[in-house]
């Protein structure tokens, strides 16, 4: 199997003075927590937004891997609706010192292009700046951060660069060249 390069881009705001929102998209797009714990939901969000730029670190995880991530205080998970239908999520992950993780952020790709990530970018990065206000025995945030990848959708860091994350570090390294995965065996053509 060959290997190719990808970068990895780390990004991150150090006061919510930096979030700078994206416009509403037009339409009826409703960002919804998902409040219960659910393997099965985040494993499908998972794999519809992530099949075709190749998340694969977590299809292998079990049942029971997905249920311990996802019951840990302060890991919420907010779900961009169009017109009743999941287009996409963002994903907070709360680590020590008030400092937040924008974990997976993503859209569908039936989705892309519509001005929904923007939207949900910025609904996200704002919950992560007020978390402590729904985790009280968490330290208020003082950064939120994030990573891309030479492998993500073309427009994601613009779009990170857009709502205010600074670059902070960048790092390549060389990976094992796989078929895009789809979020079903042959979803997606190679």
Known sequence: MSSVPVTTWSLEQTSPADLLPGAAPD???????????SPEFSRFLYASVGGDIHWTDRLAWTYARWQEYLDRPGVETWVAYDRGTPAGYVELDPQDGGVVEIAYFGLVPAFRGRRIGGHLLSYGTARAWDLAERWPERAPTKRVWLHTCSKDGEFAMDNYRRRGFK????????EAEGTTPGPWPGAYPA
């Open 27 to 37: 339409g009826a797009v409703r960002i919804v927590r998902a409040e219960v714990p």
């Open 167 to 174: 670059l902070f570090d960048t790092e390549v390294k060389l």
